[in-house]
């Protein structure tokens, strides 16, 4: 054989493990989409069990077809103070075991198997390719994307299942099979699983890679258990990518990441002894299950391996808590800033694995900084009623803080944007950027109101107290219409808006009702001229805060 045929090969195989990649990437990002608002609410329903707890990491990294992309999002999750230690530790256990589905779908692919699906996985493609052309539905476009894609995920292993072929390329094979079964040493097979994977990001990938060899009769190492270190060593490699992600992250992520690497640790060190002193291991358990078929013995031992540890493990997940504890101690000093930082700290990239649960806790923080803006306007206006000066230093704290609040949710939002949404989260996103607006607006507006204090202590205006008492009466419309807009806009309830719209229309009729008692008071004498200017910009104010307040709840059409 010479050099360049073996080069076509090698590329062969590379293009294969590619397809097999971007079939992986688009099915994961499809099957996101159809799971769409379902598992933003599996995450948010995380309990003190950890049965059930290991159930939602199971069924979100079959969703995502990657137990590295539940992990990340999991270290997000705690980064960002949603998720606590323990919940994440059951989640993680659960995503090693929804990981093994892969495995066994491959398996049955008819690489070195009986049943030969690639016929039907072909027309998959084509179909979902249709539905993706015809149809104009959102749900059924991300359906035919998630079946073209697992098409191409079949394709990719064909390839690379066609250049280990012993008929096709019987040189390669020889040369090939001679360098496997020279690998034999453990130590060896574990380093080329965790090396393999950290390079490949996706133990599903290197998983995949030796099913499919085991299929085309190529025999690791000679036989026996020398492929199982393989898929031991894939197991610890895929804790590099939440590592990786936990670096900038606060304290708790990193023990999340840690956590995930001693848990998949101490089951690889488990099952290396048991391997290395059971040496017939493969030969009794997995050749007795599948006697005929390599593939499915591979996918039974990576079942194993997580079902195995998980059941181990689970009643020790305060055990790894206080261990991670004490692996990763908080620096002195440390935390407060992180506590410091909690407005807007569920704003983690590495939710943004997940468009929807992203998209959810950036909702969620808007309403933070809502809620941010509305206090800032308090401030501001019990200072004037109090004739405080002192509020303006602060009140000009708040606001450039909301300013920062502003510029960081619109990145987010455009990061989002790049990112897969379905129609309705489109919507959502364009949304906000306006409500992002109608926010700092409000704390503009706070300003404004301190301004108007300073002319009124400085320049020794003097208001009755039946204007101070109408002003009151009106701003505590103001804080009610706040309260019914926050949760309107929080639970999209369209049945409130009604009530938004009438009770902002009250606080218009009373801006009117005020200004034109200013005016009567003015032309009989009863009132300074002097005080005007304060009197109708300050109440122009605080309507058309009101007016902001009520744009945020109606922000929720937009989106819909």
Request: charge should be negative; hydrophobic fraction near 50%.
């Amino acid at each position: 054989m010479g050099v360049m045929d073996v080069i076509g090969i090698v590329m062969q195989i590379l293009g294969g493990i590619g397809t097999f990649m971007i079939g992986m990437k688009i099915l994961s990002e499809n099957m996101m989409r159809l799971a769409h608002g379902k598992l933003k609410t599996m995450l948010n329903k995380t309990a003190k069990s950890r049965f059930a707890n290991v159930g939602i990491g199971a069924v979100v990294t079959i969703i995502g077809q990657s137990s590295a992309l539940t992990t990340v999002m999991v270290v997000g999750l705690v980064n960002a103070g949603i998720m606590t230690l323990f919940q994440a530790t059951a989640i993680i256990m659960g995503a090693n075991i929804g990981t093994t589905l892969t495995a066994w779908v491959i398996s049955l692919s008819g690489f070195g198997g009986s049943f030969d699906i690639m016929v039907f996985t072909l027309c998959f493609t084509a179909v979902g390719v249709f539905m993706t052309m015809f149809s104009k539905r959102d749900k059924v476009k991300s359906a035919g994307n998630a079946i073209s894609a697992l098409g191409l995920i079949f394709v990719g292993l064909e390839f690379v299942s066609s250049a280990f072929s012993e008929q096709l390329y019987p040189d390669f094979y020889a040369a090939l099979y001679d360098l496997l079964v020279v690998i034999s040493n453990p130590v060896v097979l574990l380093l080329i699983g965790i090396v393999i994977t950290a390079l490949m990001q996706s133990s599903m990938a290197v998983t995949a890679i030796v099913v499919t060899m085991a299929g085309a009769g190529l025999t690791i190492g000679g036989g026996g258990n020398a492929a199982l270190y393989i898929i031991i060593g894939s197991n610890i490699g895929t804790c590099i990518t939440a590592l990786i992600s936990s670096v900038g992250a606060n304290s708790n992520a990193k023990r999340a990441a840690v956590i995930h690497f001693l848990f998949n640790f101490f089951g690889a060190v488990i099952f290396t002894l048991l391997l290395v002193l059971w040496s017939g291991f493969a030969d009794t358990i997995l050749a007795g299950a599948f006697p005929t078929n390599a593939s499915m013995q591979i996918a039974m031992f990576h079942t194993l391996f997580n079902v195995v540890c998980a059941l181990l493990f689970l009643p020790f997940i305060r055990c790894f808590v206080w261990l991670a504890d004490h692996l990763v101690r908080t620096k002195k000093g440390n935390e407060p800033a992180e506590e410091e930082t909690a407005l807007f700290a569920d704003l983690d990239e590495r939710l943004l694995r997940s468009p929807s649960v992203a998209l959810g806790y950036l909702y969620r923080e808007t309403g933070k900084a809502f809620t941010f803006a509305m206090n800032t306007l308090d401030e501001a206006f019990g200072a004037f009623l109090r004739k405080d000066l002192s509020a303006k230093e602060s009140v000009a704290e708040q606001n450039a803080e909301l300013q920062k609040i502003n510029r960081e949710a619109v990145s987010y939002l455009v990061k989002l944007s790049g990112t897969s949404l379905a129609m309705s989260e489109e919507r959502t996103v364009s949304s906000l950027h306006y409500t992002f607006n109608d926010i700092v607006r409000i704390g503009e507006l706070a300003d404004n109101v301190t301004k108007y204090t300073n002319h009124y202590v400085n320049d020794q205006l003097v208001f009755s107290d039946e204007f101070l008492t109408m002003l009151s009466a009106m701003y505590e419309k103001i804080k009610k219409l706040y309260v019914l807009s926050l949760a309107t806009f929080l639970y999209r309830d369209f049945s409130q808006l009604q009530e938004v719209d009438t009770l902002e229309d009250e606080i218009d009729r009373d801006r009117r009702s005020l200004i034109n008692a200013h005016i009567e008071r003015l032309n009989e004498g009863k009132c300074q001229p002097q005080n005007s200017s304060v009197f109708i910009n300050l109440v122009g104010n605080l309507e058309r805060a009101a007016d902001h307040i009520n744009y945020i709840a109606h922000s929720i059409e937009q989106s819909n």
